[in-house]
T-cell receptor, first 110, second 114 residues
């Protein structure tokens, strides 16, 4: 199983770009990298997923280097409503491998 | 579409009591999961059901049992609750295709064991 490390917390200001990096040194060939966002009193919700290189959707971008041992979630021009906990998940091939990192608490200030 | 529905939303138990947390999904997903979330520990997998008729242990199965009642429903049972089981419990589901699973979560059950 991939060992996942991500920062415990980050602070930012409105309008800035935020990059959250997840380390997963022993990622397996079949593993995908997925990021989830969680607001207080809610369940996590899917943000973005990738396997290699770069993936972009309407919410975020995900950068994955060639060795795939880390990944960076990029949130462009954050707002107060982006204050949440962001979880990195590295898994593939088995539902038993869907194990999360401990999450990064992002605080966006005005 | 309700997605993933969990009941109850809140529950207080005394040590030694038993209870069952209910979860149902309406997305025709094959796989279902139970996680617990504790401060500083993130989300930890308790049990999962890869498909109807199968269940398997996750990271922290001790003190819990599960039942995959049918394709829609997956319940989590605490036979003799302990204070260490005070937590927020999340049920999730996914299509079950394996390699690029996307999880859909319920809104959680906040459980306190006194």
């Amino acid at each position: 199983l991939a060992k996942i490390t991500q920062p415990i917390s980050m602070d930012s200001y409105e309008g800035q770009e935020v990059n959250i990096t997840c380390s997963h040194n022993n990622i397996a060939t079949n593993d995908y990298i997925t990021w989830y966002q969680q607001f207080p009193s809610q369940g996590p919700r899917f943000i973005i997923q990738g396997y290699k290189t770069k993936v972009t959707n309407e919410v975020a971008s995900l950068f994955i280097p060639a060795d795939r041992k880390s990944s960076t979630l990029s949130l462009p021009r954050v707002s107060l409503s982006d204050t949440a906990v962001y979880y990195c998940l590295v898994a593939g091939g088995s539902q038993g491998n869907l194990i999360f990192g401990k999450g990064t608490k992002l605080s966006v200030k005005p | 579409n309700a997605g993933v529905t969990q009941t109850p939303k809140f529950q207080v138990l005394k040590t030694g009591q038993s209870m069952t947390l209910q979860c149902a999904q309406d997305m025709n997903h094959n796989s279902m999961y139970w996680y617990r979330q504790d401060p500083g520990m993130g989300l930890r997998l308790i049990y999962y059901s890869a498909s109807e008729g199968t269940t398997d242990k996750g990271e922290v199965p001790n003190g819990y049992n599960v039942s995959r009642l049918n394709k829609r429903e997956f319940s989590l049972r605490l036979e003799s609750a302990a204070p260490s089981q005070t937590s927020v419990y999340f049920c999730a589901s996914s299509s079950g295709t394996g390699f690029n699973e996307k999880l859909f979560f319920g809104s959680g059950t906040q459980l306190s064991v006194l």
